[in-house]
């Protein structure tokens, strides 16, 4: 099986390029690492919101599925440049979706918990999503991610659509490594505590995602590390994983703290078809930060 990953310079793209080129995904049998080949694409290589891009890197790469973790990540920029973002989002995975089609080659999309309205199923904020649960984004990057989710299931042909939150892990920049560093500059800090989600490590999610893929699972996924909190308790976990005391960090309002995008006070993604797929337990939410954290600590990841 050919995979081709777009992307692969980010955060989530890079962990999956590791993954897929790393022994044993999925166990011996036909979806195994050794019948994987990978290659990975990022922005020099082709900007995917240009329609003549992903004909051609399919042509060039010949991929049975592609892994279309590419995207414009910064939420509060998509609101002053919403053509822009929309455009990389939805634009681009609706030209990479015709020609995946068109190619008989399956997509993954990944898409965000920001699709939902944010407020909790029934209005409780601890009551996390479903995977079939009705879309309503709150800011304009979940409009464009939506977009995204929109063109994947028009699709001819396989397709996944895997979401995910709060994400961690090697890259330029990331909650858990701001925190970290917070902690060395600042004797205290204050992070709100009205927004709950899952923290995913991308680490895990690039795990998970070399499974469906290599089983060529179709459908929307969930996936994230197991449990949920608020930023305040993910901060406080980071303060524990990096021997600092975590009562230096306390909690306060989003109203603290406005942003041009709005943000969720509900971000849970619950999970039930990952498991009906055969994909084993994601680790809990705090081992994944720990174990980050002391990849970090001994600079063994790419951005420091
Ligand atoms: N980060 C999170 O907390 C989070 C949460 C939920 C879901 N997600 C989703 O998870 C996926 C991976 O996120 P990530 O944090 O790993 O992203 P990332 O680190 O920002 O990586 C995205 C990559 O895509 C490239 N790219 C952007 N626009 C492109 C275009 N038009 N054509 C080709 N390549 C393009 C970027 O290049 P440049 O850097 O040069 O622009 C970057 O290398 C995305 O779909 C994102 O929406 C992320």
């Known amino acids: 099986m050919k995979i081709l990953v777009t992307g692969a310079e980010g955060m989530l793209g890079s962990a999956l390029v590791r993954r897929l080129r790393s022994a044993g995904v999925g166990g011996p049998g036909p979806g195994n690492a050794a019948a994987l080949a990978v290659a990975g694409v990022d922005l020099p290589d082709g900007d995917l919101a ?4 992903a004909p051609a890197l399919l042509v060039r790469h010949t991929p049975d599925w592609v892994v279309h973790c590419a995207a ?19 634009a681009a995975t609706a030209h990479l979706a015709r020609a995946c089609g068109a190619a008989g080659c399956g997509l993954t999309y990944v898409s965000t918990d920001y699709v939902f309205d944010g407020r909790g199923r029934g209005g409780d904020p601890t009551e996390g999503y479903d995977e079939d649960d009705p879309l309503s984004p709150v800011n304009a990057y979940g409009r464009t991610k939506a977009a995204g989710e929109d063109a994947t299931r028009a699709m001819r042909g396989s397709w996944q659509i895997v979401r995910t939150s ?15 560093r917070l902690l060395a500059e600042r004797e205290t800090l204050q992070v709100v505590d009205d927004q709950r989600g899952c923290p995913t490590y991308a680490e895990d999610l690039a795990d998970v995602l070399a499974r469906l893929v290599s089983g060529r699972h179709r459908g929307i996924f969930h996936a994230t590390n197991r449990g949920a909190c608020t930023w305040h308790e993910l901060a406080q976990a980071t303060a524990a994983a990096v021997g600092a005391d975590p009562d230096r960090i306390t909690p306060c309002g989003s109203g603290q703290y406005p942003r041009p995008a709005a943000r969720p006070a509900c971000s849970i993604l619950r999970s039930r078809r990952l498991e009906e797929a055969g994909c084993p337990p994601r680790p809990a939410w705090r081992d994944a930060v720990a174990h980050y954290i002391a990849r970090l600590e001994s600079g063994q990841v790419a951005h420091p």
């Open 50 to 53: 240009d329609p003549a891009t």
């Open 72 to 90: 414009w990540t910064d939420v509060d920029g998509a609101e002053a440049r919403y053509a822009e973002a929309l455009a990389a989002n939805g």
């Open 166 to 180: 709060w994400l961690f892990g090697d890259g330029r920049v990331n909650f858990v490594k701001t925190i970290r």
